[in-house]
């Protein structure tokens, strides 16, 4: 095991976010450092660069008749503020209480670790693996991967594959195995209005011109109705219903209770669409969420302005059969319509993803639930994700591979927080099960 957090320690040194153009040459640095640890393990590696952060590819040798598996993963990690909140320095690893502490150790790093090393043991106890292996990492998943599915087109061949697994999802409690069969995907946009030509004197003005920030106030407010259903034209048309399987099978998962969400988030009460439990809001419903809101005077004291501008971030959590590009249409259309008097509205398109289904008991599925099994010691439990990977349903249609999502995060692992932090128990189960899983999956 210190050789495992040796090396899991030295990979989250890297400051690695792929947001910040400042950090590129770290993003390269931590790329090559982790082709290095491939080719040292005797696989053969490949790092591509791209317009953006490079891809990093291994494999060994592949034989006609092996079972191919790719495993995914991302070395790009989110960025670290509020810095001030963090107990520790985020790249500089801590292990305490039984945890890894620092940013990455969990998203995804932590978990991507412990498929490279169950790899690594594999080749060292065997010599080889009792499968043909692709390792496709990237750096730029927490940008939402631009550069990933050109580089899937382009290289359609080499990443053929039967079956991809991916560690970048939940467990819902710890102990619990848990297998994802779906994502919600996503769409973001920003939208600005416009008032006045500059900040006015709210008492010269103020009454005769329409204030922006009461503008967007009355946008955000008008995306749900007063029970949390979206009020979009036609935003439900495509979701694919909830079955009564589902339904069912949910209600037994631990972990996801109302009681369990508002325990987990500190919030007085949970609070969604009507008709639904929070696991079924949270797996199978889509959201319209503000990330940001701003506008006018937020100093000390009061100051009688009225302001020029206001924005709001927008993200919509999105679930099958939902179409980013549709629901981007009718969010500018319900924008658009509800633009309040006085003021100009200017809607901005973000970046999106597709969500993801597959069918958890598949002949793939079955094998993964299996090897979850034996990694555990327990029954493992089948959720979809409320979180976005978009490449994965990407892969679906370029590839024509479903993903086993075989998570390690526990709800307090704090990803995209301060005091980001990785159970080791769970890096120790990782490595385990990614040994047991080629083995099933091989034997499909
Ligand atoms: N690993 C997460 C996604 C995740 C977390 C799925 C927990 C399920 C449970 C991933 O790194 C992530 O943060 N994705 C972004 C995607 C976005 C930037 C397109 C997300 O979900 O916000
Ligand atoms: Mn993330």
Same mark, same amino acid.
């Given at each position: ?68 598996? =790719? ?147 009355? =946008? ?178 370029? =590839? ?19 005091? *980001?932090?990785?159970?080791? *128990? ?11 899983? =080629? ?6």
């Amino acid at each position: 095991m210190d050789s495992h957090l040796e090396d899991l320690f030295s990979f989250l040194r890297f400051p690695s976010i792929s947001t910040a153009s400042e950090h590129a040459s770290d993003v390269r640095a931590c790329a090559e450092w982790l082709q290095q640890k491939l080719t040292n393990m005797g696989l053969n590696t490949e790092l591509h660069p791209t317009s953006g952060h490079p891809v990093v590819v291994a494999r060994n040798a592949h034989r006609a008749d092996r079972k191919t598996v =790719l495993i995914y993963g991302h070395y790009d990690v989110q960025p670290v503020d509020p810095i001030e909140l963090w107990d520790t320095d985020p790249f500089e690893p801590v292990l305490k209480d039984e945890r890894i502490w620092a940013r990455g150790a969990t998203d995804n790093k932590g978990q991507m670790m412990a498929h490279v090393l169950g790899v690594e043991k594999t080749l060292k106890e065997q010599g080889e693996l009792p499968v043909n292996l692709i390792f496709l990492f990237e750096g730029e998943e927490e940008i939402g991967s631009p550069n990933l599915v050109p580089f899937l087109e382009q290289h359609r061949e080499e990443l053929a594959c039967d079956i991809i697994a991916v560690s970048d999802t939940g467990m819902v409690a710890r102990g619990v195995p848990t297998m994802g069969y779906g994502l919600r995907g996503i769409t973001c946009c920003e939208v600005t209005v416009r008032g006045p030509k500059g900040d006015l004197h709210s008492g010269v003005y103020g009454g005769a011109v329409a204030n922006p920030a009461t503008a967007v106030a009355r =946008l955000v407010a008008s995306l749900h109705d007063a029970d949390g259903r979206i009020a979009i034209d036609g935003f439900y048309d495509d979701v694919k219903p909830l079955e009564q399987w589902e339904r069912d099978m949910w209600a037994q998962v631990p972990g996801v209770s109302d009681a369990d969400i508002a325990d987990q988030t500190g919030v007085c009460e949970v609070f969604g669409e009507p008709g639904y439990s929070s696991a079924e809001r949270l797996w199978a419903r889509p959201t319209a969420e503000v990330n940001g809101i701003g506008s006018g005077y937020q100093g000390e004291g009061s100051k009688t302005v009225l302001p020029a501008e206001a924005m709001a971030k927008f993200s919509f959590r999105l679930v099958p059969n939902q179409d980013p590009q549709d629901i981007a249409k009718k969010v500018e259309a319900h924008l658009n319509k509800h633009a309040p008097q006085g003021v100009c509205v200017e809607v901005e398109a973000g970046h999106d993803g597709k969500p993801y289904y597959a069918d958890p008991n598949s002949p793939f599925g079955q094998a993964a639930q299996g090897a979850l099994q034996q990694a555990f010691g327990a029954t493992p439990v089948l959720i979809r994700e409320g979180g976005s990977i978009p490449i994965i349903k990407d892969m679906q249609d370029v =590839l024509g591979s479903d993903t086993l999502l075989l998570g390690l995060a526990l709800p307090d692992c704090q990803i995209h927080a301060p005091n *980001e932090n990785f159970w080791v *128990e769970n890096f120790e189960s990782g490595i385990q099960m990614n040994q047991i899983l =080629l083995q099933e999956l091989a034997k499909v």
